[in-house]
């Protein structure tokens, strides 16, 4: 045999069993972010480099490390490691801020970083976001906030936390960098590799890295809150309030900074626990960036936004037996009834009933397999004699009985027995 290719490392397929569960997923996040008023957007999967340059920052894990870019004809294409940048870039394009005073927008999709894999941790992953644009907040901080948090318990994701921190405005995070600087500037021999180059590059980026020596040094570090100045802090106040009077539970890390350089003032995390989520329990997480559509060629216009990872949220839900059953599935016996089989076939799915006519032929056993492997609740059979009496033999696999239907009953009946068994039709909420 030939040997087989397997897929990227850290790209996983999704196989039918599992794309159920996904499809409640985004079903329910759907309604949940429709009834705040957030409309779909659908934008490419590869966009200039330097689209993420500008926008995540160099000096990033991201940029430095992750993107999967390449020259297609000259031009520097990257596939997204994230959903922001490519919504501001056509908020921009088509001028949508000309058009409404505030954008409340939605998306959903693949992500592609060359990350190590792990579990929670994919090189193809995908995340559904919410960007608000036009509303400097913090009302709709908090409000975005609450949505999320309200959407995990929809999700009964147990044992959620929100962490918040504010980077400022660019004032703030201007003098923060500074001081920063100072601070780590004499422990420089300290930090690691990465660190020394990013004490010169992105000094922020030191406050989030994983380095164990890195960690021990900025534990003393000043915080962001230190410095902040009254616009922002009255900001931050502002979605204190509205977040405890919501009852929404949050702590405050300041040293909470995020691996985006686009982020200024409101700053969130939400944390998981529990189902099969390990170490990478960050669901979602978000930001107000104030700049940066600014920064990518638009008016100064206010904006924030979160992304949450599919995968992480379907780690952290228990999963549920599947509670659907499988196609009718539809038995010709012999060459005759093949034609009245594809007829019959076409009739029940403009009926509503999803079937499979078996096309293979072979004996009735083999087709009663096949509609067992099929989680089949019903197959039909039609042979000869059957052709012959103007029936169909339906076959009930569930309740093992069978009898003899007129053809011009069968459409009806077998709807009305498959509604009965529906989840909440008369056999269904019985049992
Ligand atoms: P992010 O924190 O980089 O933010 O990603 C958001 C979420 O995507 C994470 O909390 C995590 O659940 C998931 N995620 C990230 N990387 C991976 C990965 N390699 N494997 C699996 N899941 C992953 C952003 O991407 C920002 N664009 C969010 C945002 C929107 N900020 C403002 N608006």
């Known amino acids: 045999m030939t040997r087989a290719i397997s897929a990227v490392k850290g790209m996983n397929d999704l196989l039918p069993s599992e794309v159920a569960r996904w499809h409640a997923l985004e079903s329910t996040i759907r309604d949940v972010v429709q009834l705040h008023g957030y409309r779909e957007i659908r934008v490419p999967v590869i966009e200039p480099t330097s689209l993420y340059v500008r926008s995540v920052g160099e000096g990033t894990d991201i940029v430095d490390k992750e993107m999967y870019s390449f020259v297609f004809h000259d031009e520097p294409l990257t596939v997204r490691p ?13 001028a949508i801020h000309a058009k409404e005073p505030v954008s409340r927008l939605y998306y959903e999709g693949p992500m592609f970083r060359g990350e190590r894999p792990a579990r929670g941790r994919y090189r193809q992953f995908h995340q559904a976001g919410c960007e608000v644009f036009g509303d400097p907040g913090p009302l709709v901080d908090a409000e975005m906030i609450d949505m999320l948090v309200g959407l995990l318990r929809r999700l009964k994701i147990q044992n959620v936390e929100v962490v918040l921190n504010s980077l400022g405005g660019k ?17 420089k021999d300290a930090l690691s590799e990465d660190s020394k180059r990013r004490l010169q590059t992105n000094p922020l980026r030191i406050l989030d890295s994983k380095d164990p020596k890195d960690q021990a040094v900025v534990a003393d570090a000043p915080s962001i809150l230190d410095v902040i100045d009254d616009d922002d802090r009255a900001h931050f106040d502002g979605l204190r309030r509205h977040l405890d009077r919501l009852g929404t539970p949050y702590s405050i890390d300041p040293r909470l900074v995020r691996g985006l350089d686009y982020y200024t003032r409101t700053l969130f995390e939400v944390r998981g626990q529990g189902g099969e989520l390990g170490a990478q329990n960050a669901l979602a997480g978000g930001g107000r960036y104030d700049s940066l559509v600014e920064e990518l060629g638009g008016p100064a216009t206010p904006a ?4 949450a990872g599919l995968e992480r949220l379907l780690l952290a839900t228990a999963a549920e037996p599947p509670r659907a059953h499988g196609p009718v599935l ?3 016996l ?3 009834a093949q034609a009245e089989a594809l007829v019959l076939g076409r009739e029940l799915r403009e009926a509503g009933v999803p079937t499979i006519v078996e096309g293979r032929g072979g004996s009735l056993k083999s087709m009663l397999r096949r509609a067992n492997g099929l989680g089949s609740p019903v197959a039909l059979v039609v042979g000869d004699g059957e052709l012959d009496r103007g029936v169909v033999q339906l076959k009930d696999l569930a309740a093992h009985a069978q009898n003899d239907v007129p053809r011009s009953e069968l459409v009806r009946e077998v709807s009305a027995l498959l509604a009965a068994r529906a989840p909440g039709g008369a056999e269904g909420s019985a049992g």
């Open 330 to 332: 539809v038995a010709p």
């Open 82 to 94: 994230e959903g922001t940048a490519g919504v501001v870039r056509a908020y921009v394009e088509h």
């Open 171 to 187: 004032g703030t995070k201007a003098r923060y960098r500074e001081r920063l600087v100072e601070f780590l500037e004499p422990k």
């Open 334 to 336: 012999g060459e005759r």
């Open 304 to 307: 924030i936004g979160f992304a």
